[in-house]
């Protein structure tokens, strides 16, 4: 069983840079597709980006450009570097492992959920 855990959330304000980590513990980490998602109260959870083993990402359009994801299989862990951030930012993020191998972001591809962590950008 794959556990995934979350961190690095926090309150900032417009403008500022916030680095998420995701830790995976247990199960297979290096080979899988690993993604970053986001909801915000009262909307459906959104793709962010995702990085395959190979390190090949992908972003989502709202994010493109201020967004990066990295990883380091080493530590079994992924990483969200967000700078620019904005309000409508403000969600909480989870990390998850995609099941196969693709880089696409919809969630019903993703098997394997952290707890997620809060961000709140404020204006």
């Known amino acids: 069983q794959v556990q995934l855990v979350d961190s690095g959330g926090g309150l900032v304000q417009t403008g500022d840079s916030l680095r998420l980590s995701c830790t995976a513990s247990?199960?297979?980490?290096?080979?899988?597709?690993m993604g970053w998602f986001r909801q915000a109260p009262g909307k459906e959870r959104d793709f962010v980006a995702a990085?395959?083993?190979?390190?090949?990402?992908y972003y989502a359009d709202s994010v493109k450009g201020r967004f990066t994801i990295s990883r380091d299989n080493a530590k079994n862990t992924v990483y969200l570097q967000m700078n620019s951030l904005k309000p409508e930012d403000t969600a909480v993020y989870y990390c998850?492992?995609?099941?196969?191998?693709?880089?696409?972001?919809?969630?019903?591809?993703?098997?394997?959920w952290g707890q997620g962590t809060q961000v709140t950008v404020s204006s």
């Open positions: 998850a492992r995609r099941r196969d191998y693709g880089l696409g972001g919809n969630p019903s591809n993703y098997d394997y």
């Open positions: 247990r199960g297979t980490f290096s080979s899988y597709t």
């Open positions: 990085i395959k083993w190979s390190g090949s990402t």
